[in-house]
């Protein structure tokens, strides 16, 4: 039996991050600050990869314009003691990195770690009514490797091309996947247990979402 398939699969939420790394050697991040927000994404039971894909590279574009437009002080303001622009854009960045790599995995490696689906794909308003479901009894903070380092310490021209190279990929991989793999593998989520990959997508233009507001109500 390989060191995959001999992973026990019924996940608990507390262990999820550790187990994933050992298996994948990335782990999973987990957007635990996100709330309500109105989502851009076409309210569709299940869309095609180049729909999602479509609506994260809008979703991209809207935020590198924003966050072009802003100044050094627009960029590193906190308020109430919340992030500032440029550590949202930081959380985001070590978001999508440890994605990345883990959706490309090869589909037989995932079922191994994780099994197959028993359940179609959840819409994007399912997945989210679901999400805040989970996080209301859950604490608030984002876990130690996605806190975002001091504004301060964050460079803007870096921060920003590092974080459009990683969407660049992520987009690369959704153009290029196959429906079958979004609908046949599952990836763990820390909160929402085991995921299809479909849902994943979903849950990044969420995230990506959110924190956007965020930036606008640190920059105002």
């Not at 609506?55 to 050094?72: A, C, G, R, V, Y």
């Not at 028993?118 to 490797?145: C, F, I, T």
């Amino acid at each position: 039996m390989s060191k995959y398939s001999s992973l026990h699969l019924n996940f608990k939420c507390l262990v999820y991050r550790k187990i994933f790394f050992k298996t994948l050697q990335v782990d999973f991040p987990l957007a635990k600050q996100c709330f309500i927000t109105f989502p851009l994404i076409s309210k569709q039971d299940c869309m095609q990869t180049a729909q999602v894909a479509q609506q994260l590279s809008e979703q991209h574009q809207e935020l590198l314009i924003f966050l072009k437009s802003l100044t050094e002080e627009q960029l590193h303001q906190q308020k109430e003691g919340k992030w500032s622009v440029l550590q949202n854009l930081d959380h985001l960045l070590k978001s999508i990195k440890m994605v990345n790599p883990a959706v490309r995995k090869p589909s037989i490696v995932l079922r191994s770690a994780f099994g197959k689906p028993n359940r179609p794909a959840r819409s994007y308003e399912a997945l989210v009514s679901r999400y805040q479901e989970r996080l209301a009894g859950a604490e608030a903070d984002a876990p130690r490797e996605f806190q975002a380092q001091a504004s301060e310490a964050l460079n803007r021209e870096v921060i920003i091309a590092e974080y459009d190279k990683e969407v660049q990929r992520f987009l690369k991989f959704i153009h290029k996947v196959k429906e079958s793999k979004l609908d046949r593998t599952l990836l763990p989520h820390p909160l929402l247990g085991k995921l299809l990959m479909r849902e994943i997508l979903y849950f990044m233009h969420y995230h990506t979402d959110h924190h956007f507001i965020a930036m606008k109500k640190s920059a105002a």
